[in-house]
């Protein structure tokens, strides 16, 4: 059973992390899909689980292309040139101090704003090009339940995903 | 499926049921419905659970819409307990609200569910007149029976919204029979509403007594505690009740299951006060896990403030272990005539006196002056499963 989490919301974090253990402890795959991690970082997920930000989705996009160009590969080349030998260490330097805070504190929740819109596209995407068939979608919590009416709208009326409010109720 | 006039078919509607995230919940019910399951064609459990979260009015909106759009092709049902069939219907709800919003709310749920049609059974039985009874009255046929369990420990908050007590008092006139599970739960009603006072009667919660421990208790050691680690239930009391009696004796352990608002702080003042290999945080777990930690420690101490009736400290009894717990409402009911025999009972007071003074007694009159045999005795023909479930076919079907 390959079983797709929806948490956008993170309000039910307990039952998100007992119920993709317990799919995973039965021999089936779990993917929990999260808006943003720091909501879930008092949250262990079981060996096994895997877990998605949802804005790694956009990771295709011209936008976040731009972004990775201009923020992270572009000053690190420049970083790498000027510093010869102490180049990895003045770019690890800049990453963890500057570009990744950057990303995740100025990009991200602007990037997230603009492009709603197409993030149930995207996880259409994702459901339809997954290696392993996921055959359900559980909604965890109450601000998952429009991007759910959204994913199934583009998956279209012939698809065949079951869709449930907790793994325990899957059969 | 028609349920024939004559054909013992039951819905259980409850607020409150057994899930992962919140385990305890509700679990009183889910004994309700495996003890009385035995004598009836079939069960139904429909579970509307509230989810709650902080969201706009605009948010709000698109969630309801959303959620009436996927109830339709939503799994929701599962085998569940005593071969009943669990139906589960999360309850979208902004945070707030009072009482008769709430159970707006899940009368919106449960009509979206049933699309307009009645509930197919000769008999509903719903825990909470709000939510559940007000829910419910929509998709009764007349000819069904609707029963009512009134546990809420907040009930007479409830019934001072002027709004709520009106809507309880049509789930009373529409209803057959309303059970408290203690007298302090009906005067709370009878005040508010006396002229349903014919209607109103006790029942107990069921308890399990077929599940033996597998030695019995030799010394009063390892201490116990489960339930909401929260204001109500006393439990900073009890942690400085145990303080001090680990003081005297320290051999003494502490096992905490719950969880509750105030976790951290306990967690905080048992490291203030050298604890940690003391005292054990289990946090919240299963039902079944609970009773049989239940069946491996020595003694449940509960300083709750208020219980409508108290079901842990029966099941404590049940799996053979004495009990101390406050005169908080229920315990005192549930253990009439067999107080001594069952362990102690102290005064509900805003410090840890009254509980360690009733340790010390306990201990001094441990084994001989208990009669765990009796108290286990006694309370099986009060709570067992096969009394209460007597009491419900009676009530259902008779």
Redesign the interface.
């Known amino acids: 059973m390959n079983v797709l989490f929806l948490a956008l919301?993170a309000?039910?974090r307990?039952?998100v992390v007992?119920?993709s253990a317990?799919v995973v402890a039965n021999g089936g795959a779990a993917t929990v899909v999260i808006a943003m991690a720091k909501q879930w970082k008092n949250e262990t997920f079981a060996p096994g689980v895997t877990v998605l930000d949802s804005s790694l989705l956009h990771q295709g996009e011209l936008l976040w292309r731009i972004e990775r160009l201009m923020v992270y590969r572009g000053p690190e080349f420049v970083l790498k040139r000027a510093f010869g030998r102490r180049g990895g260490s003045a770019v690890r330097a800049y990453r963890n101090k500057v570009a990744d805070r950057f990303h995740k504190r100025a990009f991200l929740p602007v990037h997230k704003r603009l492009r709603k819109d197409v993030s149930s596209k995207l996880l259409a995407h994702h459901i339809n090009r997954a290696p392993r068939p996921y055959e359900w979608i559980v909604?965890t919590?109450?601000?998952s339940?429009?991007e759910?009416?959204d994913v199934?709208d583009e998956l279209g009326p012939d698809n065949r995903i079951?869709?449930?409010?907790?793994a325990?109720?899957?059969? | 499926m028609t349920v024939a006039p004559g054909d013992r078919h039951v819905t259980v509607v409850t607020p409150w049921y057994p899930?992962?995230?919140f385990p305890f919940r509700g679990a009183f019910v889910r004994t309700m419905v495996e003890a009385t399951a035995p004598g009836c064609d079939s069960i139904t459990v429909i579970h509307g659970d509230r989810?709650?979260?902080r969201?706009s009015d605009a948010?709000d909106a698109?969630?309801v819409?959303?959620?009436l759009?996927?109830l339709p092709?939503?799994?929701?049902?599962?085998p569940t307990f005593g071969g009943a069939t669990?139906n589960?219907?999360?309850v979208?709800?902004p945070v707030g609200g009072d009482f008769a919003y709430v159970a707006k709310r899940h009368a919106a749920t449960l009509n979206a569910a049933f699309a307009g049609k009645p509930i197919d059974a000769a008999v509903v039985h719903v825990h909470e007149a709000l939510p559940s009874g007000w829910a419910v009255l929509d998709n009764l046929r007349p000819e069904t029976k609707l029963f009512v369990t009134e546990h809420a420990s907040f009930l007479e908050t409830l019934l001072d919204e002027p709004e709520a007590r009106e809507m309880y008092d049509k789930v009373l006139e529409r209803c057959e029979h309303l059970f408290v599970v203690g007298d302090g739960t009906r005067d709370v009603l009878l005040k508010a509403l006396p002229r349903h006072a014919a209607k109103v009667s006790l029942v107990a919660n069921p308890i399990n007594f077929g599940l033996p421990r597998a030695e019995p208790v030799t010394e009063l050691r390892r201490w116990f505690y489960a339930g909401s680690l929260i204001p109500r239930k006393g439990v900073t009391w009890l942690l400085e009740a145990f303080a001090k009696c680990h003081a005297e004796h320290p051999e003494l352990t502490l096992t905490i299951v719950g969880d509750g608002e105030l976790g951290d702080q306990l967690h905080a003042r048992v490291e203030e006060l050298g604890l940690q290999t003391a005292v054990t945080f289990l946090g919240s777990v299963d039902p079944e896990i609970a009773l049989q930690l239940m069946r491996e420690h020595d003694l449940l101490v509960h300083a709750s403030r208020w219980e409508s009736f108290g079901v842990t400290i029966v099941e404590a009894v049940a799996a053979g272990m004495p009990v101390l717990v406050t005169r908080c409402g229920g315990p005192e009911e549930t253990l009439a005539g067999i107080e001594e025999a069952a362990g102690e009972l102290v005064a509900v007071e805003e410090d840890d006196t009254a509980l360690v003074e009733g340790y010390r007694r306990l201990r001094a009159r441990f084994p001989h002056g208990l009669d765990l045999a009796k108290a286990q005795r006694v309370l099986d023909e009060r709570y067992g499963y096969p009394a209460v479930a007597k009491m419900h076919h009676e009530a259902w079907f008779e």
């Open positions: 919301g309000g039910r307990r039952a007992e119920e317990k909604v919590d109450t601000r339940m429009p759910a009416v199934l079951g869709l449930a409010w907790s325990e109720h899957l059969s | 899930t992962q995230m989810w709650s979260s969201v948010e698109a969630i819409e959303a959620h759009k996927l092709r939503s799994k929701r049902t599962s669990l589960y219907l999360p979208p709800m």
